[in-house]
Every structure is written in structure tokens, then in C-alpha cells.
Nanobody, 123 residues
Framework: VQLQACGGGLVQAGGSLRLSCAASGHTFNGYSMGWFRQAPGKEREFVATISWGGTMTHYADSVKDRFAIARDNAKNTVYLQMNSLKPEDTAVYYC?????????????????WGQGTLVTVSS
């Protein structure tokens, strides 16, 4: 599975962005998906995850009620809608895929990773 993330950019605090992650090269079937982010000088951290059918989701406390993860399996694409953005949301955002779902916030277990897309939130 190849994952291609896009949709990052520069936005003012309080604004919104929608990230997309398209999968190719292998069936998307059965994979749960996650979004992670890495800010400059910090470790990669969990943002959100969604099950294969989209019925189960889990968010980091820092983004809960502001971000929403969704997927369109017909398009092999997962999305991250980010609202009420804050400067501390500035990071490179990565999508990832794994063959089972848990609400664990660890990056362990993800088999495939995208290349990342940069989100910059100005104050």
C-alpha cells in the first residue's frame, strides 16, 4: 500500500484545513487508518484513527471536538477535517494504515506510512 497525503498549507489561527490521504498499490480493504503529526523538535504523536468501516473512531485529547476523521472506501481515501486550528497544531501530518483497529494511540502496528504534509498555523 502506498499512501499519499496532501492538503496541508498555511492557515491563520481559527481557520480550517482538510487533509486527504489516498491509498494505492494494494487493496484498501480491511485496513484501519490513522493520522499522526510531528512538530519541529518533538516526537511523532497520535492524532486520530478510524476503523475499516468507519464506525469506530478515536481522537487525541488535544484535537477532540476540533478535528474529524472520515473515510471513503470507494475512493481509497481517508480525510482529516481540522477546524479551529491553533498554532500548536503546526506539524507535519502523516497518514498510516494497519490491518486491525484499536483505539490505542501508539504508532506501533501501522504497516504503511505516507510521506507527510506540512500544516502551518499562524497566530
Amino acid at each position: 500500500v502506498q499512501l499519499q497525503a496532501c492538503g496541508g498549507g498555511l492557515v491563520q489561527a481559527g481557520g480550517s484545513l482538510r487533509l486527504s490521504c489516498a491509498a494505492s498499490g494494494h487493496t484498501f480493504n480491511g485496513y484501519s487508518m490513522g493520522w499522526f503529526r510531528q512538530a519541529p523538535g518533538k516526537e511523532r504523536e497520535f492524532v486520530a484513527t478510524i476503523s475499516w468501516g468507519g464506525t469506530m473512531t478515536h481522537y487525541a485529547d488535544s484535537v477532540k471536538d476540533r478535528f474529524a476523521i472520515a473515510r471513503d472506501n470507494a475512493k481509497n481515501t481517508v480525510y482529516l477535517q481540522m477546524n479551529s486550528l491553533k498554532p500548536e497544531d503546526t506539524a507535519v501530518y502523516y497518514c498510516a494504515a494497519k490491518s486491525y483497529y484499536t483505539n490505542a494511540e501508539s504508532s506501533i502496528g501501522y504497516d504503511y506510512w505516507g510521506q507527510g504534509t506540512l500544516v502551518t498555523v499562524s497566530s
